[in-house]
């Protein structure tokens, strides 16, 4: 069974970037699609990115398309989510879930129920 623990949040000024890591451990992350999560106080758990077992799949919701890339290195074990040009209403906690992948293909829908789940990380954007 797959353990994910994410890290590499913090507080950012609105405009700069951050990069958060995934690192599975338990089982080879190549297996799975990964996808992240954000939720902010008082708001439901918002889809933001996932990406393929095979890594020709990317996807991303319409508020982060060009700003956000997901990215996986499967030596490293560990999915990243580069963030650029952060603005404010991406503050909030992300989580990475994942589960055994299927080709191409990868869902980050909120209601979708992955099968593991990390803790979050806290990302702040404020002046």
């Known amino acids: 069974q797959v353990q994910l623990v994410e890290s590499g949040g913090g507080v950012v000024q609105p405009g700069g970037s951050l990069r958060l890591s995934c690192a599975a451990s338990?089982?080879?992350?190549?297996?799975?699609?990964v996808a992240w999560y954000r939720q902010a106080p008082g708001k439901e758990r918002e889809g933001v990115a996932c990406?393929?077992?095979?890594?020709?799949?990317?996807y991303y919701a319409d508020s982060v398309k060009g700003r956000f890339t997901i990215s996986r290195d499967d030596a490293e074990n560990t999915v990243y989510l580069q963030m650029n040009n952060l603005k404010p209403e991406d503050t909030g906690v992300y989580f990475c879930?994942?589960?055994?992948?299927?080709?191409?293909?990868?869902?980050?829908?909120?209601?979708?129920?992955?099968?593991?789940w990390g803790q979050g990380t806290q990302v702040t954007v404020s002046e």
């Open positions: 879930a994942a589960e055994i992948g299927t080709g191409f293909v990868c869902y980050f829908d909120a209601g979708y129920s992955y099968a593991h």
């Open positions: 990406i393929s077992m095979s890594e020709g799949g990317t």
């Open positions: 338990g089982s080879a992350l190549q297996l799975y699609a």
